[in-house]
């Protein structure tokens, strides 16, 4: 009862909380707004105001949700950095200028649209509307003046580091690929996914004619993901309970009520559909679908088959088909950089097609034990969990309550999500982990979700929930789940691990997997992706207790001048957790000799706080005093993959 009150105060203070921004940032009438999308109900939709009467908790923790804010008008209030008079260095072109004016905020900047003569591209000044994201970054559109449609700001602000960065190094981008115009992108197909019934009503939908010459007079029923984005269309279900005999008639018979959908309630494959319908790599069937969505958007809703209007990409089932030949007609790295060699996902965000690709969704055939995201995630915190909502945002796990368990309640560290259907194991974990109970290597996740998924400057977990084997990281190049812990030991060294306690069979191996640590060979030699993804590990707490740290900073030094920007970024972030560099100033959007100089200055600092006589492991291609084994380092950079790859989430 007092947990209920608590939710029903936490609503009412929200609803106040949002009363106030809005009221702050409609001046005028939403459907008076004319230079940017406006938030307008129709086809049988509400928005979430129209839930939080009757289902005030579900309403306080959706708030609380990033799902809410992962669309926002641009407001004082809804920035995280300020505008006020501030100059930003860090951006694709010349420095950009912020600026407030009353709660209207703007931005003097290249225009990213306009070629670049003599005197460079033009510059320009323009109101800054709206903002995606708020969670890792922040990104910001602008009024073009063509109607509706919004460019892009050239620098996106990183939230936890509190500074900004050029918008290209936010993504693993090709150095040597010009950054493109992102004008139009949010009407077409960010709307998709972090706006609710969005429709981006182009004036040309056929797009045969630049998107700089289009206007678009593009809505949306609410801004973000918000309740109908997975219950489907609200008017009917509102309308129909305000009757309360219908209402409490649906309580206590516990029936589920026809004019709204309850994923939950849905066939498992219907269910990890609606939140396949962001979270997964798609395309049109053909131009005519893809005209249609221009115009009035995606026609899914929750409760769909979602794959009557739209490709889903998956390698191992739908390569050959006559969708994918001509998506790889158009883009032959469509599936290359999106999917690893055996077809599992390989960018962030698109959780589903790895959950379609995993044995326990696959293979189940036991009645109630499908697998689906709602396994292991609520998208409402549940009334038994006693986190703070914050902590609940952050992944949205679910919280299960366990009288026999045996590691920590938090989702992160327990096992009781997987023990669900996998309780036999509850009774001597360690037999089956070779960890001890309570450690890092006896939590199901690290092994069989490793983090082998990468967008946005961060690596996620795979969802494709398998086993590691030495197999995944020499024919398909993929880090396995015990070198990403033992960043300090040999391909071979895990497969004898895994083949003495597992039966494993034994895999042809190189000389260098037998004499050089994984995670350096997928650092020197391994391709954009897998750069950043070793990169990432090394800032991994587990790891860095398993591994040791004090060999690190020589290969992250060298990642300061990497190609690609985003694998220089997260070079910096980690080599920053490292004790005696936290406080080291390195800016990898700078030019190459002042790279280059803080390069110098990473190792001058090693050389003064690495143990002497330091770690003399060969593996990590140190001579027996500690120092670097330059040559061989050279020799390993030698064979790096240098092809083109574009990660984005």
Sequence with gaps: MHRFLLAVLGVLAAGLGVAEVVTHQRTIPEDDVSNRPVQRGGGGFTSSDTCRACHPGEYASWHASYHRTMTQVASPETAIPSFAGQTVTS????????????????????????????????????????????????????????????GQLPAAYLVQERRWIPRRMAVLHP?????????????????????????????????????????????????????????????AHVRGNRNPLRRYGLHLSGAADALTVQPGRLPPALTSQVCGQCHGVWEFY??????????????????????????????????????????????????????????????????????????CYRLATEPGRTLTCLSCHSLHQEANDP???????????RWFASASRQQEADPQTSNDTCLQCHEPMRANTSAHTHHAVGSTGSVCYNCHMPYTTYGLLKTIRSHTIGSPTVQESVGVGRPNACNLCH?????????????????????????????????????????????AIATQAMAWTPAQRASGTEWMAPYLAQLLDDPY??????????????PGFATTEIDVAEAPPVRRDAQRRVMATWDRVRPRPGRAAAELLMTPVGELDVPRVRSMLRQRNNRAMLLRE
């Design 91 to 150: 951006t694709q072109g010349r420095p950009m200028v912020l600026r407030q004016r009353q709660s209207a905020l703007f931005a003097e900047f290249d225009d990213p649209d306009t070629g670049t003569g003599a005197a460079g591209p033009a510059r320009i000044e323009r109101q800054v509307t709206m903002i995606t994201g708020s969670h890792n970054q922040q990104v910001f559109w602008y009024d073009t003046g063509l109607g509706r449609l919004l």
């Design 175 to 235: 150095p040597a690929q010009r950054p493109l115009s992102e004008t139009g992108h949010w009407n077409s197909t960010c709307i998709a996914c972090h706006a609710t019934n969005g429709q981006p009503r182009f004036d040309t939908p056929s797009g045969s004619q630049p998107v700089t010459s289009q206007s678009a007079q593009t809505t949306a029923t609410e801004f973000g993901i918000a309740c109908e984005s997975c219950h489907g269309p609200a008017e």
């Design 286 to 359: 053909d131009a005519e679908g893809e005209r249609r969505a221009n115009a009035d958007g995606l026609p899914f809703t929750p409760g769909d088959e979602l794959t009557a209007t739209r490709f889903v990409a998956q390698p191992t089932r739908n390569a050959a088909s006559e969708t994918m030949q001509a998506l790889l007609a158009d883009d032959s790295r469509f599936i290359r950089d999106a999917f690893w060699s055996d077809g599992t996902v390989r960018v962030s965000g698109r959780e589903y097609n790895g959950l379609l690709e995993s044995p």
């Design 387 to 397: 986190r703070p909502v914050a902590a609940w945002a952050d992944d949205q796990l």
């Design 487 to 531: 960043l300090d030991r040999t391909l071979a060294w895990t497969g004898e691990a895994l083949a003495r306690w597992y039966s494993t069979a034994p895999v042809p191996l190189g000389d260098e997997a037998h004499t050089v640590a994984a995670s350096l060979q997928w650092l020197l030699k391994g391709d954009a992706g897998q750069r």
């Design 565 to 578: 920007d985003a694998v220089r970024l997260g070079a910096a972030r980690v080599l920053r957790t490292l």
